[in-house]
């Protein structure tokens, strides 16, 4: 796995992971995909409570969608894909 330090440059990836996750697992309490709007708020809350943000990828960061663990600390489940 490669680990990386997430930004909001991540965000498209990051929202992909949630909204697979969402229509594919019972892993998020969400039932409708999230919005792309949603990752300022989400980003904000991260950096406010000061959470760390990386992701173990399992696939090149070059993929549109890579598979990933998304580590966030603590407000929000950690996502595994």
Not at 11 to 26: G, K, V
Not at 42 to 71: C, I, N, Q
Request: aromatic letters at 8%; hydrophobic letters at 35%.
């Amino acid at each position: 796995m490669n680990d990386i330090k997430c930004s909001r440059k991540h965000a498209p990836q990051i929202l992909a992971i949630f909204n697979e996750a969402i229509a594919t697992s019972t892993a998020l309490w969400d039932y409708e995909p999230r919005p792309a709007s949603s990752m300022d708020a989400w980003f904000d809350a991260k950096e406010r409570a000061g959470y760390p943000l990386s992701a173990s990828l399992t696939t090149p960061t070059t993929s549109s969608h890579s598979e990933a663990m998304v580590h966030t600390g603590r407000g929000r489940p950690t996502i595994f894909c």
